[in-house]
């Protein structure tokens, strides 16, 4: 199993400490040729607006092509403002993989980051959740499901392929949510045998 971790700016050693913690050497991917044989691509947090600069042109083509191909993705906190369908006060998205409307920084209106814990579905009832300037969900589209709210907003997401949140597992010690994130990749990978395709 090969998981990319996409590395252009952001939270990319965290995640790729948290893939080692589960046995799976991630691999850092700054170009789009380090996308090729990959079977799910984590999308950490940091600045979106820098992130989608530095991926503009045929590497952004590249992923939005993978998404809609069905390859497991996961954005975390600036990540899930590279995935959203739409972003509050932005003209276009940058991905556009999951059908959601996102509004950046709302969790930062009053503190900059805070920690809590948060009852994720079918994950878990503790799971410690750390928020930096986080982008909160604002329109949930219909094939979307919450999987955890914060003080009455969604936080996590998923459709499909594609898992969102608006905090840093990586940040926490707790590897439940990667392990939630590299089943889907076992199921994607298990799909995509049965219809031939190598990984
Ligand atoms: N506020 C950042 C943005 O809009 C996201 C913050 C984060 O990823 N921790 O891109």
Do not use: W
Request: net charge negative; aromatic share 4%.
């Amino acid at each position: 199993m090969r998981i990319g971790v996409l590395g252009l700016q952001g939270a990319v050693r965290e995640h790729l400490r948290s893939l080692a913690q589960l046995g799976i050497k991630g691999r850092i991917v700054k170009k789009q040729e380090d996308l090729s044989g990959l079977s799910g691509l984590i999308l950490p947090g940091g600045e979106s607006t820098a992130i989608s600069l530095l991926a503009a042109g045929s590497f952004l083509e590249e992923l939005r092509r993978l998404a809609r191909e069905g390859l497991p993705l996961f954005g975390t906190c600036a990540g899930m403002i590279l995935l959203a369908h739409e972003v509050e006060g932005r003209e276009d998205p940058v991905i556009d993989a999951i059908d959601i409307t996102v509004a950046r920084n709302a969790s930062g209106r009053q503190v900059d980051s805070f920690e809590t814990v948060l009852a994720v579905e079918g994950i878990g009832e503790d799971i410690p959740a750390v928020f930096i300037r986080a982008p909160y969900v604002t329109r949930l589209g219909e094939g979307v499901t919450s999987l955890a709210q914060h003080e009455g907003s969604v936080v996590m997401a998923q459709q499909g392929n594609v898992l969102v949140s608006s905090f840093h597992p990586e940040l926490t010690d707790d590897l439940r949510i990667h392990r939630y994130f590299v089943g889907m990749v076992e199921e994607y990978i298990r799909s995509a045998s049965k219809v031939g395709v190598n990984h």
